[in-house]
Every structure is written in structure tokens, then in C-alpha cells.
């Protein structure tokens, strides 16, 4: 058969065109997924938990069962004491997280894109990064007492390292190019810093800043149990004072539910910080 | 200082750079005129990408004069655009924003910024891609919005740095016209030094073609291209065209079996 020959396309005028942007279907279906899957998971965990008590298998002077720390979660709430004692401690956790964001993204990128920094603070941060907080307790206390400055303190300190640590490295992973393209455009230091890496760099701050998020009530409930007027780690204490066993895990599911939000507020920054990345391969 | 010197835009004499261990350039020489489109073409690595970023000031040199409107030049000139092969778009930026960048650092209102980045995304054929970021737009965009960039804060002096070389062939010829056209019609001729591998292109777009000749590199031959403008798609397919084609041709082919003789 004799070869057709077809139409050449106007080589001068046409230019292919960019593709386009798929959105992939199967997404909504594992979210239903997940849901399914995740509500059986729950149910089967308070079965367990009811369960262990039902049976004996463990006192109810120590474990209540879910329907006693439900019902002591909503009494404290329409009571008003839980929120009386989580109000504080929202409080520190979000200042104490804000100022180790701030901090540890500023240091981060300071370290991470002067080489010789860097090799001044690898020592150091060596043996801070993975030393116990609970070490350092009694430091803070001693140097701040047992009020609000030690508290906020010993949360910036369990924010900021994981923050810093992980702005270090992705200030390194920015592309030089895009440097280079912003200092040929007239761009100074600060707009650099300000518009070129710190953007570019965000992505990769997001583990660091999660796992600070996860950190912050963690390290402020210890901080709490030292000691403190309010909060949810005192009101925890005192629960276990006074043999309240329920409201000892109200407090806990308090924290828990604390704990999911942060969860979601965080992935919803990172949604909307890093939303020109959707569509790229590499998400 | 000679006059030559002073009546040359971009000036390059006896220049020297190192890096650690390799010699990339040696004893370059070279003059680009007000208003010229000079083409620095070169086998790989022959050093034309590097004395591009000397030019740009994102590169130190170790020896001689780099010169632009006479004085030396030292760090980032604010009066010169440079477009790169991988593009550099700010890829969190949308298109206009992007255009928008080197307003935004000279100082110029946000108003005015938005009104001049649609008026050159305009120029450049992209006024309905204002709104995409860089991933959404394909390489031969992505190259416009580019160069779009550089001509939204209107430099004297453009530098590309092989912009097409990631590009099919189909792209890149009409990327080729498609600079052309802004170049030659544009108010003030911007004097142009473009860097790239092919021969083809280095024709079709320049004035003058400088050869360069295998590391460490210097100038080794100039060569006028007298072809009429504005040039079309036609220009390609004239007899002078294939007779320079052949003439850079022989000059280049020399250094590369010079460059495999010394292996």
C-alpha cells in the first residue's frame, strides 16, 4: 500500500499545547474507603475497651469504661470545667508553638543557606536534638519557676527543634537556579529570603512543623503536671487526686480530640500553603 | 582605554576563569554593539554558558575586563535580563506573577505591575495564560513567560543561556520566530547575547555569530550574518543561510576533532 501522506502542521505558527490537568477519580472512592474502614476500626476499639472492664478483666477503679468518660467529658463541658482548664492550655501551646515557628523557620533558613553556620551548630544541635525533654524539666523550672514563662518555654523548646532541624535541610534541597533567576531579576538578601526560599523551601517544612504541632501538648502537659494553677495536665492530676477515674480520661479524650484538630488545622495550612505544588509529579 | 571600548556595549578582554581544577576560559575577547544580536556558539562545555553568568554577575572571573556601557561589572546588574535554559519560573507564582517579579523588587505600584505584566504576556502571546502557574503550561510557555519577565522591567542588555535547547524542534523554531518578532520590533533595540549549540538558530536570530573554541575557551572566529530583516521562516531556505550554515559548520567541526583528537 502506498504510504498516505497527511497534512504537515504548520511548524511556524503552532505551538503543542500544555496538558492538562487531570484530577483522578478513584480519589472519592477511597475516601468512603477510608471512612468505612476507619469507623469499623473505632467501633471495634471502645468494644474492647468496654469489654475489659465488662468482664473484670480490669477495675473500673482504674479504667471507666467509655460510656462513664463520654458522659464525664460532657459534664465537664456543659459544667464548664473542662474548658476552664483546656483554655490555658490551648493558649500556651499555640503561643509557645507560634514563637518556635517563627524562630526555628528564621534560624533554619539563617543555618541552612550559610554553609559555615551549619558547620558551627552540627555539634550542638547533635546533642540537643535528641536529648529527653523530661531531662530538662526540672532546668526550666529551675531557671523559670512553675508559672506561665516556664510553661510556654518548655513548649517553644519541643517546637522548635524538630522546626529548625528540618528547615536546616530544606533550605539545602532549594534549587539554585531558582536563586540565581531572583538575583538577575535585581531581587536583594531580604527579598530572597523572604520570596524565593522561604516559598520554595515550605513544602519541606511540613514534617517538621507537624511533628512541632504533635510535640507542643505533649511537652506542655509535662509541664503542667509539674505543677500550675490551670490546665489540662492539672486537671488530669487532680482527677487522679480525688479517684475521679472518669474524668481522668475526659481529660485524656480532651487531649485526644485536641490532638485530631491540630491534626486537621495543620494538614489545611499545608493544603493551602503548598497548594500551587497540586499537580505537580511529585505530590 | 581604546575606543572600540567605548562604543561597545558589552565589552570582554583577555578574561580568565578557573574553577578547581579546570580551565574554562582563556584569554576571551569580545565586543557586542548597542543594539546588537550576537550569538556565542561553542561545542559543550567549551565555557559560553560561563562567561554568560560572568556577564550576569552571578559569577566571579580571575583575570581581565567584562565590561558593560564601560564600567566593570561587579555582582548583579540591574539593567540586564537573563533567560535560562530550565526556565527558572517561580513555580508558586501564576504566569503574571511571575512577569510581575522584577517590578516588584524595582519598587513599581501594584497597579501599574499588573497592568505592564499583561501588557508584555500580551506581547509575548500569553495574555490568557495570565492566571496558570508554571507546571500548568507546557516548556515553550513556560520559556515565553520568561522572557516575558525580563521584558516587563525593560533591561538594556538580554542574555539567553540556550532557552530553546529543552525544547522540541517544532517549538523551538517558532520560538525562534517568535523572539525574532519581539526583538525587532521593539522601541529601544535591546543588545542581545545568546547562547546556544546549534548552529541553525545562531543564524537564524544574530547579527554576528562568535565561535567559541573548545575549554578553556576564547573567541575563534566572528562571523556577520547579512541576512535581510525581518527574517521569516523563508530566511531559513536562502542560499546565504546554507552558506553560512556550512562555513560555521567547518569552523566547529575543527574544534570538535580537535577536542576527540586530544582523548
Given at each position: 500500500m502506498a504510504p498516505t501522506i497527511t497534512e504537515p502542521q504548520r511548524a511556524q505558527k503552532q505551538e503543542p499545547a500544555a496538558p492538562p490537568i487531570t484530577r483522578p477519580q478513584r480519589r472519592k472512592a477511597l475516601k468512603y474507603d477510608s471512612l468505612i474502614y476507619g469507623t469499623v476500626g473505632l467501633l471495634g476499639f471502645l468494644l474492647v475497651w468496654w469489654l475489659v472492664i465488662d468482664r473484670g478483666l480490669i477495675s473500673s477503679l482504674y479504667l471507666a469504661t467509655p460510656q462513664e468518660t463520654l458522659k464525664a467529658f460532657v459534664d465537664g463541658i456543659a459544667d464548664g470545667s473542662i474548658p476552664a482548664d483546656a483554655w490555658p492550655s490551648i493558649q500556651r501551646a499555640v503561643i509557645g508553638f507560634g514563637i518556635a515557628l517563627v524562630v526555628g523557620i528564621v534560624l533554619g533558613i539563617l543555618v541552612g543557606s550559610v554553609p559555615v553556620f551549619g558547620k558551627l551548630a552540627e555539634p550542638v544541635l547533635l546533642f540537643f536534638r535528641n536529648l529527653s525533654l523530661l531531662a530538662l524539666l526540672p532546668v526550666f523550672v529551675a531557671f523559670l519557676g512553675i508559672g506561665e514563662e516556664s510553661k510556654v518555654a518548655i513548649v517553644v523548646w519541643a517546637c522548635f527543634w524538630p522546626i529548625f532541624i528540618n528547615a536546616v535541610g530544606a533550605v539545602g534541597g532549594v534549587e539554585r537556579i531558582l536563586i540565581n533567576s531572583a538575583r538577575t531579576l535585581g531581587a536583594g538578601r531580604l527579598y530572597i529570603f523572604s520570596q524565593v526560599v522561604l516559598p520554595a523551601a515550605l513544602p519541606s517544612f511540613f514534617p517538621g512543623i507537624r511533628l512541632a504541632a504533635a510535640n507542643a501538648f505533649t511537652a506542655l502537659v509535662a509541664a503542667e503536671l509539674v505543677g500550675g494553677a490551670q490546665g489540662l495536665g492539672i486537671y488530669i492530676n487532680n482527677a487522679s487526686y480525688r479517684f475521679q477515674t472518669p474524668q481522668i480520661y475526659a481529660g485524656i479524650l480532651t487531649l485526644g480530640l485536641l490532638g485530631i484538630l491540630v491534626n486537621a488545622l495543620m494538614s489545611g495550612a499545608e493544603r493551602y500553603l503548598t497548594r500551587w505544588q497540586r499537580g505537580l509529579t511529585s505530590r | 582605554m581604546t575606543t572600540a571600548v567605548q562604543t561597545a556595549k558589552i565589552a570582554a578582554h583577555g578574561v580568565e576563569k578557573e574553577f578547581p581544577g579546570n580551565?574554562?576560559?582563556?584569554?576571551f575577547d569580545l565586543q557586542i554593539k548597542g543594539g546588537e544580536f550576537l550569538s556565542l556558539l561553542g561545542p559543550s562545555g567549551c565555557g559560553k554558558s560561563t562567561f554568560l553568568n560572568i556577564l550576569a554577575g552571578l559569577e566571579t572571573y580571575d583575570g581581565g575586563d567584562v565590561l558593560v556601557d564601560g564600567k566593570h561589572v561587579e555582582g548583579v546588574n540591574k539593567d540586564v535580563g537573563v533567560v535560562f535554559q530550565s526556565y527558572a519560573l517561580f513555580p508558586w507564582l501564576t504566569a503574571q506573577k511571575n512577569v510581575e517579579a522584577g517590578l516588584k523588587i524595582r519598587g513599581v505600584p501594584r497597579k501599574e505591575r499588573r497592568d505592564r505584566a499583561a501588557e508584555v504576556l500580551r506581547t509575548v502571546g500569553l495574555q490568557t495564560a495570565a492566571n496558570r502557574l508554571p507546571h500548568q503550561l507546557s516548556g515553550g510557555m513556560r520559556q515565553r513567560v520568561a522572557i516575558a519577565r525580563i521584558l516587563a522591567y525593560e533591561p538594556d542588555v538580554l542574555l539567553f543561556d540556550e532557552p530553546f535547547a529543552a525544547l522540541d524542534a517544532q517549538t523551538r523554531e517558532f520560538l525562534q520566530g517568535e523572539l525574532l518578532r519581539i526583538w525587532e520590533n521593539g522601541t529601544t533595540k535591546k543588545t542581545v547575547l545568546f547562547v546556544t549549540h546549534s548552529i541553525d538558530e545562531a543564524i537564524f536570530l544574530s547579527d554576528r555569530i562568535a565561535v567559541m573554541t573548545r575549554a578553556p575557551g576564547r573567541v575563534k572566529a566572528l562571523i556577520d550574518v547579512d541576512l535581510p530583516r525581518p527574517r521569516t521562516s523563508e530566511s531559513r531556505n536562502t542560499e546565504d543561510f546554507i552558506h553560512i550554515r556550512s562555513q560555521v559548520a567547518r569552523i566547529l567541526e575543527e574544534e570538535v576533532r580537535l577536542g576527540t583528537d586530544n582523548h
Open positions: - | 580551565k574554562v576560559l582563556e584569554d
